[in-house]
């Protein structure tokens, strides 16, 4: 029986799980966005954890959409 140990292909699996890993948005984007939401409101008080959330769901969406857009390029 014959191998390669030097035969490494990546799995279109593999592929989309490493795509994933990297594709998400960084704390200082997050915090960035979320102080642009704070000054849309208004910069009214006792919204933090909202703007925090809504800054990440934003994020994690436009990541999603460019990590698929990236992913069919690829394809």
């Known amino acids: 029986m ?16 490493s795509l994933s890993a990297t594709a998400h948005p960084t704390r200082e984007e997050t915090k960035l966005l ?6 849309q409101r208004g910069c009214a008080d006792g919204h933090d954890v909202d703007d925090w959330l809504q ?3 934003e994020l994690f969406e ?3 959409n460019t990590s698929r857009m990236t992913k069919a390029a690829t394809v």
Do not use: D
Request: hydrophobic share 20%.
């Open 2 to 17: 014959l191998t390669n140990s030097n035969h490494t292909e990546k799995s279109p699996t593999a592929e989309s799980e």
């Open 34 to 39: 979320a102080y642009e939401i704070y000054i």
């Open 55 to 57: 800054a990440e769901h």
């Open 62 to 64: 436009k990541y999603t």
